[in-house]
């Protein structure tokens, strides 16, 4: 079924026009579609400008998280730690021996000054210095420590000498 339009003009009289129900329809159905899709458009274009905000400020909140852990948790410099003197040693090797014993100490760092005690008691700076092999006649407690220049001290070293000579033989007489 056909609809009768009358448009009337301005001065112009009147015109009749005819318009199909079903085109109205289609029309209509045509403008609708086409403002879905410019929704549709617009509502993609602002997704778009919302995801490249949020990764802006995302990247923005990193940024500012890895300055504040290096200004605040930035762990300081490593310390050049001082290389420690090497521990002394001895010769022979501490033990039993059944005779009196020349003992010898060395420390292998460079320019190093030995302190020694006999009697087990620790060594300072004030003990005894090394000069050459020491001469034990009977037990003694050896302790020795080294000292150099731009090095801190060796740890002690330590050594039981247990002289014991062998006592002379005598014959069983019956």
């Known amino acids: 079924m056909r609809t009768l339009v009358v448009l009337l003009g301005l001065g112009l009289g009147t ?26 458009q617009q509502a ?21 998280a890895q300055q504040a852990t290096q200004q605040a948790g930035r762990p300081p410099a490593p310390k050049l730690a001082t290389p420690r003197a090497a521990e002394p040693t001895f010769s022979p090797r501490p033990g039993k021996f059944a005779s009196a014993q020349n003992v010898t100490i060395e420390a292998a760092t460079p320019g190093a000054t030995i302190y020694y005690t006999m009697d087990g008691s620790m060594p300072s700076e004030s003990s005894e210095v090394y000069k050459g092999p020491i001469s034990l006649k009977a037990n003694a407690k050896l302790r020795a420590m080294a000292v150099a220049p731009q090095y801190t001290n060796s740890k002690i070293a330590s050594g039981n000498y247990k002289i014991r000579p062998s006592a002379p033989k005598t014959a069983a007489i019956f």
């Open 15 to 40: 015109i009749f026009a005819q318009v199909d129900p079903g085109q109205q329809a289609t029309q209509q159905a045509i403008q609708n579609s086409q403002q879905a899709m410019q929704a549709a």
């Open 44 to 64: 993609t274009q602002d997704a778009q400008r919302a995801s490249e905000d949020a990764a802006r400020a995302a990247q923005q909140a990193s940024q500012a």
